[in-house]
Every structure is written in structure tokens, then in C-alpha cells.
């Protein structure tokens, strides 16, 4: 069974500091990890995945994420937020194929850029 | 890149009508897609997978009668909701797998907002 957590259903941010959205995940076999942005009243836009290779990833915008088994965390940064950032994110975990039972969305982290 | 397109992106019907949302991938053949449903600052939540070619998989909880999944071709699946009634307002959103290396990451489509009065 899988499952993720994500452990601030907001965070807050004044333009031009870090963020930092945190995920933990469990899963009894590798997984493979996913930030999703979703902007109000939009579908959901892929930011980075993690699929075994590096445990470091980069996505689109400045996003990046650091895969640490250790401590079954996909946590996601950006040195600099923009106010273009504000939307909801949703940290997901899927076991192989991506079948009907095999993607797990977190609860989702609205992410809020103060001017 | 990949694309999937949904339409239409908002309707609002009467109570007692159906509706038909479509999902259709631009570029790229899907015989599996999924349909969520999202309530408001709520995740998603899986309703069924459409499968081209066979009958759609329901996830424990949905109702088939109420919402019906075709899925006509490989680029296409439809999701209607019949005799809607204001709770099935919701934000509706489709997603296929994209192929080849790709093979476990969705493209979403933009999602379909119904507002049932």
C-alpha cells in the first residue's frame, strides 16, 4: 500500500524568499514521486518527477526536489518565489504502472506569495 | 508535448438534465484514461478509468448509472453525468498516461467545472 502526506495544507510567503512544500510518502516498493501545480480553475501541470535516477530533480520554473529514502520525504523548494506561484500543489506517489489503484494524490498545499 | 484537451471547461445545467464532458488526447493515443472529481480546496479523487474498447472500472462508491464513461476511440473518453441534481457540482478533471518512456506520468486536462441548479 501506498500513501503520502503533505504536511501543511498552507504555506505563506513574501516574493522573493524560498519555498519549501513538504511531502512524506510510504510505499512498500520504489516508488515514483510527483509535484503537480494546479492553478485556480485549471487542470493539474507536471513540475518534476522522481523515477529512480536522480535523487535530486529539477522541474520547469525553478522548482526542484530532493527524493530522500532515508527519510521517505519529496520535499519541494524554489530559492525565489514569484507571485506567479501562488496556486495549489499536490505532492503524488505511484508504484509502477500507473494503473487505477496506482496513483496516490496527497491533500494538496496551497502556497500563498505575499508582495 | 503531450496534451490532453477537455471540454467544455464550464457548463451549468438545470436539475434533471445530463451532461456530457469529453476528453480527448491531442496528440498522443490513450486506451486508458481517468476521470476525478475535486471539491472545493479538496484533493482529487479518483472516480473511475475509462478503458477503450471495454466497459469503464468504477472506484468503490461511484455510482455507473449516474456517471456514465465511454470511451469511443484511443483519443477519446466521454463522462456523463445523468439526471444531475446540484450535489454533483464539482470540478471534474481528466487525465491520460502518456506512452513510451513517459508511461507513468498523466497529462491532465484544463478540468470541467458543472454547476448544477
Not at chain 1, 33 to 43: E, M, S
Not at chain 1, 54 to 67: D, H, P, S, Y
Not at chain 2, 79 to 99: G, K, M, N, R
Request: net charge positive; proline share 4%.
Amino acid at each position: 500500500a501506498q500513501s503520502v502526506t503533505q504536511l501543511d495544507s498552507h504555506v505563506s510567503v513574501s516574493e522573493g524568499t524560498p519555498v519549501l512544500l513538504r511531502c512524506n510518502y510510504s510505499s512498500s516498493y520504489s516508488p515514483s514521486l510527483f509535484w503537480y501545480v494546479q492553478h485556480p480553475n485549471k487542470g493539474l501541470q507536471l513540475l518534476l518527477k522522481y523515477t529512480s535516477a536522480a535523487t535530486l530533480v529539477k522541474g520547469i520554473n525553478g522548482f526542484e526536489a530532493e527524493f530522500k529514502k532515508s527519510e521517505t520525504s519529496f520535499h519541494l523548494t524554489k530559492p525565489s518565489a514569484h507571485m506567479s506561484d501562488a496556486a495549489e500543489y499536490f505532492c503524488v506517489v505511484s508504484e509502477g504502472y500507473t494503473g487505477r489503484r496506482a496513483l496516490t494524490f496527497g491533500s494538496g498545499t496551497r502556497l500563498q506569495v505575499q508582495p | 508535448g503531450a496534451v490532453v484537451s477537455q471540454h467544455p471547461s464550464r457548463v451549468i445545467c438545470k436539475s434533471g438534465t445530463s451532461v456530457k464532458i469529453e476528453c480527448r488526447s491531442l496528440d498522443f493515443q490513450a486506451t486508458t484514461m481517468f476521470w476525478y472529481r475535486q471539491f472545493p480546496k479538496q484533493s482529487l479523487m479518483l472516480m473511475a478509468t475509462s478503458n477503450e474498447g471495454s466497459k469503464a472500472t468504477y472506484e468503490q462508491g461511484v455510482e455507473k448509472d449516474k456517471f456514465l464513461i465511454n470511451h469511443a476511440s484511443l483519443t477519446l473518453s466521454t463522462l456523463t453525468v445523468t439526471s444531475a441534481h446540484p450535489e454533483d457540482s464539482s470540478f471534474y478533471i481528466c487525465s491520460a498516461p502518456q506512452s513510451g518512456p513517459g508511461a507513468n506520468v498523466l497529462t491532465f486536462g484544463a478540468g470541467s467545472r458543472l454547476t448544477v441548479l
